[in-house]
């Protein structure tokens, strides 16, 4: 917490100082190598802020607003942010209609909409061209269960037990992409289990990929 506290000043310092020269009488060249300095500070600035959120967990400060939330209306805002990449690499992102009603559940909103975040970006980084990433939802007793299925590379069984576990990243997910920390599912688990949820996956039975589930309590009346 306190290397990541000393870090955050310099590199908001530095993220700025880029912009500013991003938008000055450059070379062509020069505007290309600021520009990608800049998304480096970006990314460096994101990594410290997870840094901090994994502080406040394990220190029990992670605080929560809890009130009733639509949650298919914050999955439609979610798909809404990844569609355009999910069409840069070519893959189909929808988010089905419930056939029956889905009732709000008890959630901090923010804290829900980085799960979904984390989730669906995930699915769509790891789906290759031609295939899709299909969002549903539905009520299941005292419970709203929302699952991401996707068509992508799948999880090895060698990863299946450590696959929620702080740094971990599977194998193939890191021949994919080589950029993430491993912290993402870590902190998604960690906010649905202080919801008095949680979040499982598994294998798809018919065709490739995986089908990650959040449940959530409904919101008691």
Request: proline letters at 4%; zero cysteines.
């Amino acid at each position: 917490s306190t290397a990541a506290h000393q870090l955050r000043t310099p590199l908001t310092g530095i993220r700025w100082a880029l912009e500013a020269l991003e938008k000055s009488d450059l070379s062509e060249e020069h505007k290309a190598l600021v520009k990608s300095a800049s998304d480096k500070s970006h990314e460096l600035v994101a990594i410290v802020g997870t840094l901090l959120d994994i502080s406040a967990i394990e220190s029990g400060k992670y605080k929560y607003t809890f009130v009733p939330v639509d949650i298919q209306s914050i999955a439609s805002e979610v798909v809404a942010d990844f569609t355009p990449l999910a069409q840069s690499g070519k893959v189909a992102l929808y988010l089905e209609s419930s056939a029956t009603p889905i009732p709000p559940v008890r959630a901090d909103q923010e804290r829900i909409k980085w799960v979904l975040n984390n989730l669906i970006e995930n699915a769509v980084r790891y789906t290759p061209a031609g295939g899709s990433v299909r969002i549903t939802t539905q009520a299941l007793g005292t419970s709203v269960l929302l699952s991401v299925r996707d068509t992508g590379i799948g999880i090895g069984n060698e990863d299946r037990e450590n696959i929620f576990e702080r740094f971990y990243r599977a194998q193939n997910a890191i021949t994919v992409q080589n950029g993430g920390n491993g912290l993402g599912l870590y902190i998604a688990r960690t906010i649905a289990t202080d919801h008095n949820g949680d979040i499982s996956f598994a294998s798809n039975t018919e065709g490739p990929g995986t089908t990650f589930t959040l449940t959530l309590p409904i919101a008691q009346e």
